[in-house]
Antibody, heavy 120, light 108 residues
Framework: QVQLQESGPRLVKPSQTLSLTCNVSGDSINSGSYYWSWIRQPAGKGLEWIGRIHKSGSTNYNPSLKSRVSMSVDTSKNQFSLNLISVTAADSAVYYC????????????WGQGTLVIVSS | DIQMTQSPSSLSASVGDRVTITCRASQSISSYLNWYQQKPGKAPKLLIYSASNLQSGVPSRFSGSGFGTEFTLAISSLQPEDFATYYCQQSYNTLPITFGQGTRLDIK
């Protein structure tokens, strides 16, 4: 079973770049038809899908964030990453890395989440 | 965007009760509807996929139904560990992928 663990800075200054990495264990990031997503949840609020990446490097992003988001896969480290530029306080949230075992946007496995605060 | 609206937003129930949660989509999404359970401080967990399919390891007291724009999650006999927040999510492959606002299930 795939296991996921997020890592990255807990505090980011406004206008800077939020960068997170998700370490994948239990299987190779290159295996099968896995799709690797990021989903966030502001404190006390609901879930927002940010985007996803396939091992091939193909990406799909939430149109509302597309101009600020990029994702990448590092197969040698079995990791994938999220970059979100020009952050504001509205980007403060728990960020989850998530695995879908197929193309169909079903989110099968979740990391425990990491809280990121945007503040000066 | 496809808007997902859950009702109720919160409900109180007792152990042993049967409860249902409704999720409505702003347009038809066929059976592309999934349900997640989230407990405080934890990541969501997939319960039901494609409207009515029980994820492996999920107790059979959970069930899902619906098609098109209206969907239901039912819990047949509430257990103490079922008190949580439940989210629906459309996976119709029309971006963005969206979630309902959540339904908080509390102990009465």
């Amino acid at each position: 079973q795939v296991q996921l663990q997020e890592s990255g800075p807990r505090l980011v200054k406004p206008s800077q770049t939020l960068s997170l990495t998700c370490n994948v264990s239990g299987d190779s990031i290159n295996s099968g038809s896995y799709y690797w997503s990021w989903i966030r949840q502001p404190a006390g609020k609901g879930l927002e899908w940010i985007g996803r990446i396939h091992k091939s490097g193909s990406t799909n992003y939430n149109p509302s964030l597309k101009s600020r988001v990029s994702m990448s896969v590092d197969t040698s480290k079995n990791q994938f990453s999220l970059n979100l530029i020009s952050v504001t306080a509205a980007d403060s949230a728990v960020y989850y890395c998530v695995c879908g075992v197929a193309w169909n946007y079903i989110f099968d496995f979740w990391g425990q989440g990491t809280l990121v605060i945007v503040s000066s | 965007d496809i808007q997902m609206t859950q009702s109720p937003s919160s409900l109180s129930a007792s152990v042993g009760d049967r409860v249902t949660i409704t999720c409505r989509a702003s347009q038809s999404i066929s059976s592309y509807l999934n349900w997640y359970q989230q407990k405080p401080g934890k990541a969501p967990k997939l319960l039901i996929y494609s409207a009515s399919n029980l994820q492996s390891g999920v107790p059979s007291r959970f069930s899902g139904s619906g098609f098109g724009t209206e969907f239901t999650l039912a819990i047949s006999s509430l257990q103490p560990e079922d008190f949580a927040t439940y989210y629906c999510q459309q996976s119709y492959n029309t971006l963005p992928i969206t979630f309902g606002q959540g339904t908080r299930l509390d102990i009465k």
